[in-house]
């Protein structure tokens, strides 16, 4: 009892609740002045703006090609199923399947032991007609000789020479029966009817085979010259005629499905006669020599064809270009690497350069990556800058627009903010 009593006194007891009034009166004083003084250090002084990172590139003039696009479709020039044209045992094949042959290049042989035995018949035939023939050739020019003598009468000789002239007759059919005998003799070698790549072989020797199967004995496609197939916008149609009429030769380059690898490259053949009111598109014909083989029959290609050259363009990358609802902007570093808002004039495009027909100037470096965080006249630091490009410009700011457009712009690289009047 009298050890309970103590323990509550102590904790009542005035002294211990100074103590510990003291004690958090410290660590409060302690603590609060060093987060702040740390706080202090971390933050920024007082008027600082941090530059915003950009890739840029200058313009430069160029020499710019001009080429339309389009999706094709290669087509050979001549495709042939090969058929046997008789009927008979298909003893022998001679080719590999994919290989490149040759025009008349032997491609089968049917069993000809039939059709040697038919061309004999007919020469026989034609042999035994021809000694008759002879005799009453003989015949004839001896009845002659009697009629002028007046041995004989008139209707006798006229019997002869009716009889020779039936001769004559037999024989012409009897030379036409052998010529069709060795026709067929000559269709049991198959060759081909033209030079080409050949597919897989669909009849194996030892079958009888029927004169024209449908299914034929292979397929032989030409891929050398081989055609692409391609349309382009009814628009695009008097960038392609201009040139044609002119007496020029429009080049043309199939790329892969990726339109990253050029696979060949050819020449503008024909343009169709009439466009495709449902597509309001046209079709063209391209020719490629196809040397390496590589367009294959039916393959999708993307295609590029040149039409134009635009010589000494000052040229700047599309990704450079803003839109906003005063039309195409583009943003330029200044050589004190401050950032100015300049309305373009866009001329041609070409691939990933575009034309600036006025609103930059040569060597001026255009901002291509970073566009979301600009505003005119912030500051700007120069990242990743590709060759010839270094943190300042190397020659003088080009002229401004009278007026940023104030619309949110979206470019390649992403979606920026409005920028201010430069």
Known sequence: MVE???????????LLWIVTAALV????WWFIPSASTTTAKKGPPAGFVPSVPVKVEAARVQDLDIYLRGLGTVTAFNTVTVRSRVQGELIEVLFKEGEQVKEDQLLARIDPRSFEVALEQALGQQQQNESQYQNA?????????????DSIAPQML??????????????????????????????????????????LR?????????????????????????AVLFTLAENDLPAVRAPLLAGQTLTVQAYDRSDQVQLAQGELMTIDNQIDVTTGTVKLKARFTNEADALFPNQFVNVRMKVNTVKDALTIPSGALQQG??????YVILPDDTVAVRAVKI????????????????AERVVLEGTDRLRAGAKARVIGSPEGVGSRSPGAGGRSSAGAPNAQPASQQGTTA?????
Request: net charge positive; hydrophobic share 40%; glycine share 8%.
């Open 137 to 149: 050739k003989r015949d004839l020019q001896r009845y002659q000789t009697l009629r002028k003598q």
């Open 347 to 362: 001329g041609a495009r070409s691939g990933d350069r575009v034309a600036i027909l006025d609103g930059v100037q040569v």
């Open 202 to 226: 669909r009849v194996d020797a030892g079958n009888l085979i029927n004169a024209n199967d449908p299914l034929g004995l292979v397929v032989i496609t030409q891929t050398q010259p081989i």
């Open 25 to 28: 009166a410290l660590a409060v």
């Open 418 to 422: 409005a920028p201010a009047r430069p």
């Open 325 to 330: 609802n005063q039309g195409a902007f583009v």
């Open 158 to 199: 006229d019997t002869q020479l009716a009889l020779v002239s039936k001769f004559e007759g037999q024989l012409k059919s009897d030379q036409a029966a052998v010529n069709s005998a060795r026709l067929q003799l000559e269709y049991t070698r198959i060759t081909a009817p033209i030079a080409g790549r050949l597919g």
């Open 4 to 14: 309970r009593l103590s323990t509550r006194s102590f904790v009542r007891s005035p």
